[in-house]
């Protein structure tokens, strides 16, 4: 059974960088995907990557945000910079298998003014 292990959250100050890490296990994943969910929103994709590494990114952090990945060794990264108030939210790993689609148990970044 495919399992997400998400890694990396926490706070920082606005303005400041934070990376998370998604590990994969039990099967090879192919598309992976960065979503959050803020309190009282629904949850948003803000990134993917496909396992060729293409990528793409939500308006709302182009230029900001950065999503990796290593095939070797099944994760997905995200790197945050100039972090904003509203980048605070709960961070969930994403992934297509062969089986379907996996989530992870996400993760908290919270950003201080």
């Known amino acids: 059974q495919v399992q997400l292990v998400e890694s990396g959250g926490g706070l920082v100050q606005a303005g400041g960088s934070l990376g998370l890490s998604c590990a994969a296990s039990?099967?090879?994943?192919?598309?992976m995907n960065w979503y959050r969910q803020a309190p009282g929103k629904q949850r948003e994709l803000v990134a993917t990557?496909?396992?060729?590494?293409?990528?793409n990114y939500a308006d709302s952090v182009k230029g900001r945000f950065t999503i990796s990945r290593d095939n070797a060794k099944n994760m997905v990264f995200l790197q945050m910079s100039s972090l904003k108030v509203e980048d605070t939210a709960v961070y969930y790993c994403?992934?297509?298998?062969?089986?379907?689609?996996?989530w992870g148990q996400g993760t908290q970044v919270t950003v201080s003014s």
């Open positions: 990557i496909s396992r060729g590494g293409n990528t």
């Open positions: 994403n992934a297509v298998y062969r089986g379907g689609i996996i």
């Open positions: 039990g099967d090879i994943v192919s598309t």
